[in-house]
């Protein structure tokens, strides 16, 4: 399948800086790119789907000036989250549907656990 | 909106012994349903998934069943194995979109 790829898959920063997640497709292009967080023995929620060449679309409750999303290229999009606190501390996982597949399958990067201390 | 409610929350089984996760949906036009394992740190892994033209589906010992008068579909999991012990989602896509809608998980535990 698929391959998406995602770095770094761990980060720990200091509170009040910033921090950048990228995601990656490896072998297919992706228009559309999907931004999760999950908390400890939570479910995936959905932050924000990152469009290509186009504003990202954030979803109720998340802060678009805090968590800065990217998406240059087909093959990239990241996530900035800027002057992080230690309440952001979790795991991000970004997925991608490969273009031209059937509809739905999405592919999901390895996660990056941030830490904010 | 739209949600998808997921149980139990978790499950315990013997080795060999068979599995079921339901899930129940509230969109209607909700028209693609997969089933991820993840294990601990790990990304979710696809390993079945359902389209509402489909009652069931089946691969080896994995099989999904989707009732769409209900809105419920369901994961089976037959001769459980202990590397099957993860936390399985389960999600609902509406047709025409990209947005997943994911289930709170079911952290499965299989007793060896």
């Known amino acids: 399948g698929a391959v998406v790829s995602q770095h770094p898959s761990w980060v720990i920063c200091k509170s009040g800086t910033s921090v950048k997640i990228e995601c990656r497709s490896l072998?297919?292009?992706?228009?559309?790119m999907f931004w999760y967080r999950q908390f400890p023995k939570q479910s995936l929620m959905l932050m924000a789907t990152?469009?290509?060449?186009?504003?990202?679309?954030?979803e109720q409750g998340v802060e678009k000036d805090k968590f800065l999303i990217n998406h240059a290229s087909l093959t990239l999009s990241t996530l900035t989250v800027t002057s992080a606190h230690p309440e952001d501390s979790s795991f991000y996982i970004c997925?991608?549907?490969?273009?031209?597949?059937?509809?739905?399958?999405?592919?999901f990067g390895q996660g990056t656990r941030l830490t904010v201390v | 909106g739209e949600n998808v409610e997921q149980h139990p929350s978790t499950l315990s089984v013997q080795e060999g012994d068979s599995a079921v996760i339901k899930c129940t949906y509230s969109?209607?036009?909700?028209?693609?349903f997969p089933w991820y394992k993840q294990e601990l740190g790990k990304r979710p892994q696809l390993i079945i998934d359902?389209?509402?033209?489909?009652g069931e589906k089946k691969d080896q010992r994995i099989a999904v069943t989707l009732n769409k008068t209900a809105k419920h579909f369901s994961l089976h999991i037959t001769e459980t194995q202990p590397e099957d012990s993860a936390v399985y989602f389960c999600a609902a896509l509406r047709a025409g979109t990209y947005k997943y809608i994911f289930g709170t998980g079911t952290r499965l535990k299989v007793l060896a």
């Open positions: 072998d297919f292009q992706a228009t559309t």
């Open positions: 969109d209607s036009a909700s028209n693609y």
């Open positions: 997925s991608a549907r490969a273009h031209g597949t059937g509809e739905g399958q999405a592919f």
């Open positions: 990152s469009n290509e060449g186009s504003k990202a679309t954030y």
């Open positions: 359902i389209r509402s033209n489909v």
